[in-house]
């Protein structure tokens, strides 16, 4: 639709009739003309951060792993699969962009914390660096 100003403007100067078919000798000279509008969407970034409460813990502590998803002026929504190494240790609900994931009963060893994304209709996918947690026996 055009703005209102502008469609006042050729009211007002008479010009009104061009855009519409009027019944008049020149309705012949207003041929229609195809109009065509491309659109691609692009997604944009996504940033997908953890961070561990604790970088060592003694076995049978908790950790607590924050995560955040950031995209500049596009709301995040969606889940985000927090793992260790290669394994799906939980998958969680953003709000605002944001998860709390709290870990109990860890293996004595090193675990290698990440968050992945799989993006939106608006996103794309992201995958965050690791975080490495430390559990050591009591």
Avoid: C, E
Wanted: glycine share 8%.
């Amino acid at each position: 639709s055009w703005p209102t100003s502008f469609v006042n403007f050729h009211v007002k100067t008479g010009l009104d009739s061009y855009w519409y078919t009027s019944g008049g000798g020149a309705d012949a000279k207003k041929a229609p003309t195809p109009v065509v509008v491309k659109y691609t969407n692009v997604k944009a970034a996504s940033v997908a951060t953890i961070k561990a409460s604790k970088k060592k813990v003694k076995l049978g502590q908790k950790v607590k792993l924050k995560v955040k998803i950031k995209a500049a002026g596009v709301p995040v929504t969606g889940t985000a699969t927090v793992m260790d190494k290669k394994k799906v240790v939980t998958k969680g609900a953003l709000t605002s962009g944001k998860a709390k994931v709290k870990l109990k009963n860890l293996a004595k060893g090193k675990h290698k914390f990440w968050v992945t994304y799989p993006g939106s209709s608006l996103l794309q996918p992201s995958t965050s660096p690791k975080v490495v947690v430390k559990v050591k026996k009591r």
